[in-house]
């Protein structure tokens, strides 16, 4: 199987879709970054724009007030 593979030129890059709760996960945890991906079309990215909006709202707010950060 392995030799069937080197007839056939490696992808530039894996097409997969994932639904917009498990990557805001992976974000806030660190586990993938802005720059890991870039969004097909038009709808993708205006739901990653607000889920990256929303994810450093939150971090601005826990910053500025100690008490949520207890």
Same mark, same amino acid.
């Given at each position: 199987?392995?030799?069937?593979?080197? $007839?056939?030129?490696?992808? !530039?890059?894996? =097409?997969?879709?994932?639904?917009?709760?498990? #990557?805001?996960?992976?974000?806030? &945890?660190?586990?993938?970054?802005?720059?890991? $991906?870039?969004?097909?079309? !038009?709808?993708? =990215?205006?739901?990653?724009?607000?889920?990256? #909006?929303?994810?450093?709202?939150? &971090?601005?707010?826990?910053?500025?007030?100690?008490?949520?950060?207890?």
């Amino acid at each position: 199987m392995k030799n069937l593979f080197s $007839f056939f030129r490696k992808p !530039l890059a894996v =097409k997969l879709a994932i639904s917009p709760d498990v #990557l805001a996960t992976l974000v806030e &945890k660190g586990q993938i970054h802005a720059t890991d $991906f870039r969004c097909l079309d !038009l709808g993708s =990215k205006q739901i990653v724009w607000k889920m990256f #909006l929303s994810l450093a709202k939150l &971090k601005i707010n826990n910053s500025t007030n100690p008490l949520k950060q207890q």
